[in-house]
């Protein structure tokens, strides 16, 4: 069992920066891709950025060059560093982590969730 704390929300003004924290703690081992999604009010769920175990990263359209996923595997941790902030951003953020175990069984991990507003 997984269990994801997202930190590093709040409240910033448009063009300003926040950087995420996720930290992963209980049966750690076998975690593969780590990734981070939001929701805003009214709208469905999206994939922000997502990182796997090598460090290989995707973003949405709509935060490249902006954000940048990062993750360190010695802390079970994973970043997202959010410059150049939008008030389209304003949502909250979960963590997303998946653990494949030796016979295959795939679990799927969620964060509670870190708000993030940005005003204008």
């Known amino acids: 069992q997984v269990q994801l704390v997202e930190s590093g929300g709040g409240l910033v003004q448009a063009g300003g920066s926040l950087r995420l924290s996720c930290a992963a703690s209980?049966?750690?081992?076998?975690?593969?891709?780590m990734g981070w999604y939001r929701q805003a009010p009214g709208k469905q769920r999206e994939l922000v950025a997502a990182?796997?175990?090598?460090?290989?990263?995707n973003y949405a359209d709509s935060v490249k060059g902006r954000f940048t996923i990062s993750r360190d595997n010695a802390k079970n941790t994973v970043y997202l560093q959010m410059n150049s902030l939008k008030p389209d951003d304003t949502a909250v953020y979960y963590c997303?982590?998946?653990?494949?175990?030796?016979?295959?069984?795939?679990?799927?991990?969620w964060g509670q969730g870190t708000q993030v507003t940005v005003s204008s």
């Open positions: 209980g049966s750690t081992f076998s975690i593969n891709d």
């Open positions: 997303n982590c998946n653990q494949r175990l030796p016979d295959a069984t795939v679990y799927h991990y």
């Open positions: 990182i796997s175990s090598g460090g290989s990263a």
